[in-house]
């Protein structure tokens, strides 16, 4: 130290001058200096080159500087330079764009401080260093692009993505992990260790990252999120470790994603299709023996128009009655086909359509009344809709009501035997009422009628998928389906819109 100071001591004031210079140049600064009585300014050579400008004919004047710099910065830089002048700031420093002589603009480092005052204290000279920064600048605003740009693309994926160190503590974590994970909240969770931002969380995932810092990446496609008391929905996830630039693992990436709806619509794809399958098992019971009685009854019928046509003098009357009973039978039989028809469609991707409601009401007939009264169960319908017309898809509704008739036969079995489904327009709507002889729906049942699997039957007698499957195609036509509380005898309501256009399918 004392060396330096030697040597510098023995240096005259043009030496100094002139390494100072050398220093400056080399490092790339200008200079300039701030007369704040007059606003004149002294540039040096570096300052004006760094512009473009010519050093012997460049005014110096405060607006020199003033006039090129970008107006969007400047406010910016008077700012500053108030802040060190009111003492505020140690110091006056600021990045701002200034207009090059060919027109282009390039960013500034300026730096400055107070560096004479008069008598008063009052400042009256300001100095300053001048260098440009535009390549760090534009590199700068590059790198901060591209994060932006990454942390939408993050943030735009489906999955939530967090990232840990080898001590499990969170480095980073998109916007989506935070929320799915209820940590959008927490105070400042980066750099803090997993156990401590969300011990229950660490307590079910750490040794899954802890596995995968070893080496060994795992996941799952589907898992339930459980809250110690139920699942509360579903999760697909990955965790599988990062590596730094030196090829080390440095910690594990966990990325989550919550696949509740995806799940969702998969299972109740799933009930329809084995409440379908439920249902066609029961249909083809019935629809065994709704065949079978015509066709018992067409058998005999032929009999006797055959002994009949062997006679030496066949009675005319009797051929006629047969006949006549072989050809209601056929009708009969084809009303119960045409339902099946209807009942066997798969409907999912079919647009709505005007259904004739004694359409639907004939099908649902034709299917349950010759089984509802051979077990004892009368079964009155009433149309009071006039030819009323619904928008629906046949098949679907088909479905509703004969589960509800199913249902209602089931019940009335058990008490008073017999079944009412009545239907009548009320405004914009059609309403189908069942209603039942049965013992009834118990209070607290009633409130769980449409959740899968939730059935009052015995064990093996009902899949509990029929209401909530009804339920759901009720709503995919544009209606409703409820249990009808308060009524003396159980009763279920469908509602559906009334059709606009003419016309009926069926």
Same mark, same amino acid.
Not at 27 to 55: A, K, N, P, T, Y
């Given at each position: 130290?004392?060396k330096?100071?030697?040597?510098l001591?023995n240096?005259?004031?043009?030496?100094?001058l002139d390494?100072?210079?050398?220093?400056?140049?080399?490092?790339?600064?200008?200079?300039?200096?701030?007369?704040?009585?007059?606003?004149?300014?002294?540039f040096?050579?570096?300052w004006?080159?760094?512009? %473009?400008?010519d050093? @012997?004919?460049?005014?110096?004047?405060l607006?020199?500087?003033?006039t090129?710099? /970008?107006?969007?910065?400047?406010?910016?830089?008077?700012?500053?330079?108030?802040?060190?002048?009111?003492?505020?700031?140690?110091?006056?420093?600021?990045?701002?764009r200034?207009?090059?002589?060919?027109?282009?603009w *390039?960013?500034?480092?300026?730096?400055?401080r107070?560096s %004479?005052?008069d008598?008063n204290g009052?400042p *009256?000279?300001?100095t300053?260093?001048h260098?440009?920064v535009?390549?760090?600048e534009?590199?700068?605003?590059?790198t901060?692009?591209?994060?932006?740009?990454?942390?939408d693309? *993050?943030? =735009?994926?489906p999955?939530?993505?967090?990232?840990?160190?080898r @001590? $499990?503590?969170?480095?980073?974590?998109? +916007?989506?992990?935070?929320?799915?994970?209820? $940590?959008?909240?927490?105070?400042d969770?980066?750099?803090?260790?997993?156990?401590? *931002?969300? +011990?229950?969380l660490?307590a079910?995932?750490?040794?899954?990252?802890t596995?995968?810092i @070893?080496?060994?990446?795992?996941g799952?496609?589907?898992?339930?999120?459980?809250?110690?008391?139920?699942?509360?929905?579903?999760?697909?996830?990955?965790?599988?470790?990062?590596?730094?630039?030196?090829g080390?693992?440095?910690?594990?990436?966990f990325?989550?994603?919550?696949v &509740?709806?995806r799940?969702?619509?998969r299972r109740e794809a799933?009930?329809?299709?084995?409440?379908?399958?439920a249902s066609?098992?029961?249909? @083809? %019971? %019935?629809?065994? /023996?709704e065949?079978?009685?015509?066709?018992?009854?067409?058998s005999l019928?032929?009999?006797?128009?055959?002994?009949e046509l062997?006679? +030496?003098?066949p009675?005319v009357?009797?051929?006629?009655?047969?006949?006549?009973?072989?050809?209601?039978?056929?009708?009969?039989?084809?009303?119960?086909?045409?339902?099946?028809? &209807?009942?066997?469609?798969?409907?999912?991707?079919?647009?709505?359509?005007?259904?004739?409601?004694?359409a639907?009401?004939a099908?649902a007939?034709?299917?349950?009344?010759?089984r509802?009264?051979?077990?004892?169960?009368?079964?009155?319908?009433?149309d009071?809709?006039a030819?009323?017309?619904?928008?629906?898809?046949?098949?679907?509704?088909?479905?509703?009501?004969l589960?509800?008739l199913n249902?209602a036969?089931?019940?009335?079995?058990?008490?008073?035997?017999?079944?009412?489904? =009545?239907?009548?327009q009320?405004?914009?709507?059609?309403a189908?009422?069942?209603?039942?002889?049965? +013992?009834?729906?118990?209070?607290?049942d009633?409130?769980r009628?449409?959740?899968?699997?939730?059935?009052?039957?015995p064990?093996?007698?009902g &899949?509990? $998928?029929?209401?909530?499957?009804?339920?759901?195609?009720?709503?995919?036509? =544009?209606?409703?389906l409820?249990?009808?509380a308060?009524e003396a005898?159980? &009763?279920?309501? $469908?509602?559906?819109p009334?059709?606009?256009?003419?016309?009926?399918?069926?």
């Amino acid at each position: 130290m004392s060396k330096t100071r030697e040597f510098l001591d023995n240096l005259t004031h043009e030496q100094l001058l002139d390494r100072l210079s050398l220093a400056l140049d080399g490092g790339g600064l200008g200079i300039w200096d701030w007369d704040l009585r007059d606003d004149s300014v002294q540039f040096d050579r570096r300052w004006c080159e760094m512009l %473009g400008l010519d050093h @012997a004919t460049t005014p110096m004047v405060l607006d020199t500087w003033r006039t090129r710099v /970008h107006p969007d910065d400047l406010a910016r830089c008077y700012a500053d330079i108030d802040a060190h002048r009111s003492g505020a700031a140690a110091g006056y420093e600021n990045v701002h764009r200034m207009r090059h002589a060919d027109g282009r603009w *390039i960013y500034i480092l300026d730096r400055g401080r107070i560096s %004479g005052r008069d008598p008063n204290g009052q400042p *009256i000279r300001f100095t300053g260093t001048h260098y440009d920064v535009t390549a760090t600048e534009h590199a700068r605003r590059d790198t901060a692009r591209q994060r932006r740009q990454l942390e939408d693309l *993050i943030a =735009g994926l489906p999955s939530g993505v967090a990232m840990f160190d080898r @001590a $499990l503590r969170l480095l980073a974590a998109s +916007p989506r992990w935070l929320r799915d994970h209820q $940590l959008a909240g927490a105070s400042d969770p980066i750099g803090r260790p997993f156990a401590e *931002i969300a +011990p229950a969380l660490a307590a079910r995932w750490s040794p899954v990252l802890t596995a995968a810092i @070893a080496g060994s990446p795992t996941g799952s496609d589907e898992e339930a999120i459980d809250d110690g008391v139920a699942p509360r929905g579903w999760m697909r996830w990955d965790a599988r470790p990062w590596r730094n630039p030196a090829g080390e693992i440095g910690g594990a990436l966990f990325c989550t994603e919550d696949v &509740t709806d995806r799940v969702q619509r998969r299972r109740e794809a799933e009930h329809a299709r084995e409440s379908r399958l439920a249902s066609l098992a029961i249909f @083809a %019971g %019935g629809v065994a /023996h709704e065949l079978n009685t015509p066709l018992q009854v067409i058998s005999l019928e032929a009999e006797m128009l055959g002994r009949e046509l062997a006679k +030496p003098a066949p009675r005319v009357a009797s051929l006629r009655d047969s006949a006549t009973a072989i050809a209601t039978t056929v009708r009969r039989a084809g009303a119960i086909t045409h339902a099946l028809r &209807t009942l066997s469609r798969d409907a999912r991707h079919d647009a709505t359509a005007a259904v004739a409601v004694a359409a639907i009401l004939a099908d649902a007939e034709a299917l349950c009344r010759s089984r509802f009264e051979s077990s004892g169960v009368a079964l009155a319908i009433d149309d009071h809709t006039a030819g009323g017309m619904m928008e629906a898809r046949a098949a679907e509704i088909l479905v509703i009501l004969l589960n509800l008739l199913n249902n209602a036969a089931h019940a009335a079995a058990a008490g008073a035997p017999w079944i009412r489904l =009545g239907v009548a327009q009320r405004g914009p709507a059609i309403a189908f009422r069942c209603v039942d002889g049965g +013992p009834g729906i118990a209070p607290d049942d009633a409130a769980r009628l449409m959740e899968p699997f939730f059935t009052t039957k015995p064990a093996g007698v009902g &899949t509990g $998928l029929g209401l909530a499957i009804a339920h759901t195609l009720a709503a995919r036509n =544009g209606g409703s389906l409820r249990h009808v509380a308060g009524e003396a005898h159980t &009763t279920f309501e $469908l509602v559906v819109p009334v059709a606009d256009a003419p016309g009926a399918t069926t």
